[in-house]
């Protein structure tokens, strides 16, 4: 059975949150905060967040699941920014509200961090974002994964490797829907349906990653390009570093991929290239085929698809 067949889609919130909601809200449970002129900034999965006018960004779980990772985003949080260069904020939980006025969920708030989101960044600061990328995802993944194990952090193993050919399965079946979408799309799928994965590839020394690393969750300067925080800490995990690559290609391709690459710190395996253009593959198909249903982003995922199956000159141990 799919997300497709369990009633209510997962980005889909259980109960309505109107702006005025928001506000009474946060003024019955932190009255000095000013809410006069509270706006929203949008939504995702798990929050919708709204944001005060002296800075606050409070963040509302849009359903139960997503109400109870406040204590360990916090952890992460904790463990994750003194490892990172200093330049870089991360959101650091300073405001928890219990459930009040028939809202039903713990909600949280961070102080805002300025800047634009890396895809409204220009192009010609690319280069200095590839730079400060390649620093923060050095500095991530340095940190011991047995610090990480002392947080409570969820570990990629045998079980995971199993949910993933699962998973693999599951997505490949439900985005036939795009067919005749793009003619990209088509030779996509026919590609994807082809490949094998290589058991070895989930056999990796476990890193502490985000996990879930796009260009809405980088902070970045506008006028320097200079990396300035990387917020929704959720979905951290010990897993495989290459996992947190997988956005840079689908954003810009895989050339601005190799150029962090080229700048990274650490080093890296045989296979790391084959993992990123298999999860790239992967995840840029059910990307794309998320915004179809949902009606959200359609036509950036439609590029990531592009950017994603473009020809790379990356060494590839894919078995087909």
Not at 11 to 39: H, M, Y
Not at 288 to 314: C, M, T, W, Y
């Amino acid at each position: 059975m799919s997300w497709r067949d369990e009633g209510p889609l997962p980005w889909q919130a259980d109960r309505p949150l109107s702006l005025d909601k928001a506000a009474a809200i946060i003024r019955a449970c932190f009255p000095a905060v000013d809410t006069a002129g509270l706006r929203h900034l949008g939504y995702g999965w798990e929050f919708d967040a709204f944001l005060t006018v002296d800075g606050w960004v409070f963040r509302f779980p849009r359903r139960v699941d997503c109400s109870q990772g406040f204590e360990r985003e916090s952890a992460v949080v904790g463990l994750v920014e003194p490892a990172l260069p200093s330049h870089v904020a991360v959101p650091r939980i300073e405001l928890l509200g219990p459930p009040t006025l028939g809202f039903p969920y713990t909600f949280a708030a961070h102080r805002f961090i300025d800047g634009v989101t890396a895809d409204a960044v220009a192009a010609d600061l690319l280069p200095t974002v590839a730079r400060d990328i390649a620093a923060f995802l050095g500095a991530l993944h340095s940190i011991p994964a047995a610090r990480g194990r002392a947080v409570g952090l969820p570990e990629m193993d045998a079980a995971h490797d199993a949910h993933s050919r699962e998973w693999r399965n599951e997505v490949l079946a439900e985005s036939q829907r795009l067919r005749g979408l793009d003619p990209v799309v088509d030779r996509a799928l026919l590609s994807l349906a082809r490949e094998t994965v290589p058991s070895e590839y989930f056999r990796v020394p476990l890193q502490l990653i985000h996990q879930d690393l796009s260009t809405d969750h980088v902070i970045v300067d506008p006028v320097t390009g200079r990396l300035r925080g990387v917020i929704d800490w959720t979905g951290a995990m010990l897993g495989d570093a290459a996992r947190d690559f997988v956005f840079l290609v689908a954003w810009q391709g895989w050339h601005f991929a190799e150029e962090v690459l080229g700048c990274y710190s650490r080093a890296v395996d045989v296979d790391f290239r084959a993992r990123v253009r298999w999860m790239a593959r992967l995840l840029s198909i059910y990307w794309l085929d998320v915004a179809h249903e949902s009606g959200r982003d359609l036509a950036k995922h439609l590029q990531s698809v592009r950017n994603v199956f473009a020809p790379s000159k990356i060494r590839d141990n894919t078995r087909r």
